[in-house]
């Protein structure tokens, strides 16, 4: 059942949600359903098809505003600021259509964008100050201890959970022993995130798991980053964010589900952090 009139996203009808809604769960049940050594061909097959039969999905340049790409541009830039500078060799996972990618040029030494598929019309195989690199969901074609900083932002929500770990352990390759993987996905207490609250309290379609920071973390440091670190009101917290959002979440489990989502809603929209990766692996 669709949730009321007054709270959809005034771009888009819902007819145009219904039609999304619908495309997105069949696919999503096809990826849910799919084996890891299917994955890798999968995947890229099941986005393709996404914004081709979804051609106002919110991820393609095609439906974005100037305006609010812009705008989310410099929300990721904040995240970014403390750890980019001129020498940075800079790799950004689930680069969309590039907005933020192109947005780099210039602040760092090497721009390395990666996506499964293409995603909109300005979107090259190669481009002055931005290098393309198109992967299978899985492992990432780039050599070891490469990179100071990598970037996701509303990616890992959309890989398998048996994949997460793969996906983590890649990273964390590719980066310098000190590099820095700076990440930002929905959180599970606010969520629902995609498609799937405007008709389910459940995740139906391709956010196939949401996060919490315990259950983010726990997973990082299994992949080989020593040390994780979050950010407060946008700004890196060396010392006390992780563990303020580790109280926060732990207060608000005791909450009845409906309560505990209407607060996390107003304070835990997002699980942001840093992970640096250790010295050996």
Not at 44 to 52: D, I, N, T
Not at 151 to 166: K, N, R
Not at 187 to 196: A, R, T, W
Not at 230 to 258: C, D, M, N, S, Y
């Amino acid at each position: 059942m669709l949730i009321a009139a007054d709270c959809l996203p005034v771009e888009r009808s819902p007819e145009s949600l219904r039609h999304h809604f619908e495309v997105e769960r069949e696919l999503a049940n096809r990826l849910r359903a799919s084996t890891r050594e299917e994955r890798p061909v999968l995947v890229p097959r099941l986005y393709a098809e996404l914004y081709k039969r979804v051609p106002d999905h919110p991820r393609t340049d095609r439906a974005k505003s100037p305006e609010a790409a812009a705008a989310a541009v410099r929300s990721q830039l904040r995240l970014l600021s403390s750890f980019m500078g001129p020498k940075c060799q800079f790799v950004e996972f689930g680069a969309g259509s590039g907005e933020l990618s192109r947005a780099v040029r210039g602040k760092a030494g090497r721009v390395v964008a990666v996506e499964v598929c293409e995603q909109g019309d300005r979107q090259p195989a190669s481009e002055e100050g931005v290098e393309w690199v198109y992967h299978d969901g899985l492992s990432i074609p780039l050599p070891d201890r490469t990179f100071d900083l990598a970037f996701s932002y509303q990616v890992l929500e959309h890989v398998h959970p048996d994949d997460v770990p793969v996906h983590l352990a890649e990273a964390a390759r590719i980066l310098k022993p000190g590099g820095t993987y700076v990440l930002s996905t929905p959180h599970e207490f606010s969520g629902p995130h995609d498609i799937s609250r405007y008709f389910t309290s459940g995740l139906e379609t391709f956010h196939l798991k949401e996060w919490t920071y315990a259950g983010l973390s726990a997973e990082l440091r299994k992949a080989g980053f020593d040390w994780v670190g979050a950010f407060v009101r946008g700004q890196h917290e060396e010392k006390r964010g992780l563990w303020l959002w580790l109280i926060i979440e732990t207060t608000l489990r005791f909450l009845p589900q409906k309560l505990r989502t209407v607060a996390a809603r107003k304070i835990l929209n997002n699980v942001v952090v840093s992970a640096t990766r250790g010295a050996e692996r």
